[in-house]
């Protein structure tokens, strides 16, 4: 009970409270335990330095799933998104942390540069069509947006950049862009689904 930050059994049961009264109290407190639970391990883990926590809330889905789960497609593009979000998409860094030596970091697509997430997302020359294509849409929603004096701040930084592609949800990004969060989830969203699939099909070919 101390652990939720419950009263102590005994006070319930010298004052009952009523059954609607005590399941508000019981899940407000448990939601909010494992919230602060979830912020603080994530806060320590270095795997989710691109995931805002400021977003998750309990019982609400994060934005990358706000307008996903309906939408099998959609809900295809999120799940990819996500696990680079979390720092579970797998990228040749990866595989050379894990392999004793084993295995290069280099990237194996453009063989220049390690791949890391900012490679992968950003860099990799061999992806550039792809992502120049996106990044376009996104510059004509920043454009039509109330903050449209930030894009040449925002694609000049690119660790804002990086962040904005990964989760715009986070606070600094969505006051930099001041567009609508849902349009911008979105097109990131199909831009992460874009790379991925053209890395796959470029390193199957």
Known sequence: MEKYNLAHPLDYLEKPPKKEK???????????????????????????????MENIKPGKPHPVWENAKRNPQESMKAAVKVKVMTGTYRLQTDRAKHSGGRISDKCKLCKQQK????????????????????????????????????????????????????DCSHPEVATLIGADIQQIEMVTRALVYALHRERLALMAG
């Not at 335990?33 to 979830?38: D, G, K």
């Open 115 to 166: 791949e890391d997430v900012k490679h992968f997302i950003l860099d990799c020359e061999n992806l550039q069509n792809q992502r120049s294509y996106y990044l376009q849409k996104i510059r004509t929603i920043l454009q039509e947006g109330p903050n449209s004096s930030m894009i040449q701040h925002i694609f000049d930084n690119q660790r804002i950049l990086l962040q904005m592609c990964i």
């Open 22 to 52: 005590w399941k508000k109290e019981y899940k407000t407190q448990l939601k909010q335990y494992w919230h602060e639970s979830l912020k603080k391990e994530a806060e320590e883990k270095s795997s989710l330095v691109y995931l805002s």
